[in-house]
């Protein structure tokens, strides 16, 4: 994200659609879960109308138990409430708990081997000690080591340019990777090599290099962390895409195959990332968002990468005008699909952050979120989709199904 409250204005008008009583979603539940017991999966349920849009499932889905993932500005260490509903993975980007920077590289990174852990000390902390799993993504080359001053998204000179040399990356990702991981005790699991770049196009922001220049930073990043925790999964940078229908996404592509240390962007990464923003309610977009990583993937020879949706809201300025209600529903209809296809992790931002109504101090929204992660982590999905009504069905292995 650029801010709390600035995002690229794109797709067209909202439809709205009103949440009933039932907002958190329609509960069947049958016998216990006969999975965990070894026994065959109970009959599925059937859905409550017919599909306009069945995600292909074979056999069946395990949503893991870190599925429901967030990101927070000023909690912990700032002015915003703890969560008081449950998720499983927590990512760093946009953390900046006393507006003084936050976690990003140029933020901790002051001078070459200079490093202040002191807020993502504390991040780090509290999540790993609550369970959770947790994303680092790499984002803002140091002033001091940019081949650029220009300002970034975030007043910073540099943040979005390609760093000088790549070791400054290694020498980074070294020290935080030792510091978290070293004593073999991972409390940093995922590192995302980069925060939305783009390439051509659009007005260039987040990164302003080359695809090239992006996958030596990846390749190193992933040397360097694998060095000292050859278990860290590095993931792929987040990019946000916008195209209709279901395609392979070129900027993906370009940097899949870009050259870095004599292979290629792709041979550095352990799993695949993409943003999703909500403009319009149509679902249906989600689900050829997802559809449309894997095609990726497929494209350039890792269709057996996990994929992780890394951050996902509504489009900057649309939820203000929104019921908190009409959030709620939203989020959990992502859920749903998002867990039915197989998505690794589903990220919402923010928790104090107005894309998703501020959950912080929103019940109704912080209910939805806790409801999603009660009903969906853990849990084995055999079908699932977008209903001919306009709501998301998943049904599980043991009997029971969920309808929003």
């Known amino acids: 994200m650029t801010s709390i409250v600035s995002r690229r204005m794109l797709l067209g008008g909202l439809v709205g659609t009103a949440a009933t009583a039932g907002a958190f979603g329609e509960s069947i539940f049958a016998s216990a879960n006969n999975a965990e017991n070894c026994q065959p999966s109970a009959p599925a349920a059937a859905p409550p109308a017919p599909y306009a849009r069945q995600i292909p499932i074979d056999g069946s889905v395990s949503v893991p138990a870190n599925f429901i993932g967030m990101h927070a500005h000023r909690w912990p260490g700032g002015s ?63 002033s001091w080591c940019a081949t650029s001053q220009r300002i970034d998204p975030y007043g910073q000179p540099g943040g979005e340019s390609p760093p000088t040399d790549v070791r400054y990356v290694e020498k980074f990702i070294g020290a935080l990777t030792q510091r978290y991981n ?17 390439f051509s196009g659009e ?20 040397t360097s962390a694998k060095a000292v925790d050859a278990g860290v999964t590095v993931l792929w940078p987040g990019f946000v895409e916008w195209y209709d229908g279901v395609v392979v996404w070129p900027q993906q592509v370009e940097y899949g195959n870009a050259p870095a240390r004599g292979k ?29 990583a894997r095609a990726t993937q497929a494209e350039l020879g890792k269709s057996d990468w996990k994929e992780h949706n890394t951050e996902v809201g509504i489009g900057d300025g649309r939820a203000a005008d929104l019921s908190s209600e009409d959030v709620a529903q939203r989020i959990q209809r992502w859920s749903i699909l998002s867990a039915a296809y197989g998505t690794a992790t589903m990220n919402l931002y923010s928790h104090d952050g ?36 306009g709501r998301a069905f998943a049904a599980f292995s043991d009997g029971s199904s969920w309808t929003v």
């Not at 080359?210 to 992933?222: D, P, R």
């Open 80 to 142: 915003s409430p703890a969560p008081t509903y449950g998720f499983g993975t927590a990512r760093s980007h946009d953390h900046n708990p006393d507006n003084t920077g936050g976690v990003k590289w140029n933020s901790i990174n002051k001078a070459e081997d200079q490093y202040d852990w002191t807020h993502l000390d504390r991040w780090v902390d509290t999540h790993h000690s609550a369970g959770r799993d947790t994303i680092y993504t790499l984002y803002g080359t140091p």
């Open 182 to 198: 070293g004593d073999g005790t991972r409390r940093v699991k995922m590192i995302e090599i980069w925060n939305e770049p783009v």
């Open 203 to 222: 007005v260039k922001k987040f990164w302003i290099g080359t695809a090239q220049e992006l996958a030596e930073v990846g390749a190193a990043l992933y």
């Open 264 to 292: 290629t962007g792709k041979d550095f990464a352990d799993a695949f990332a993409f943003h999703y923003y909500d403009f319009n309610n149509d679902h249906n977009v989600l689900m050829d968002t997802i559809e449309s």
């Open 354 to 389: 107005g894309n998703i109504k501020n959950p912080s101090e929103n019940p109704v929204v912080s209910a939805a979120i806790d409801a999603s992660h009660q009903r969906l982590a853990g849990k084995t999905i055999t079908a699932g989709g977008l209903l001919n009504d």
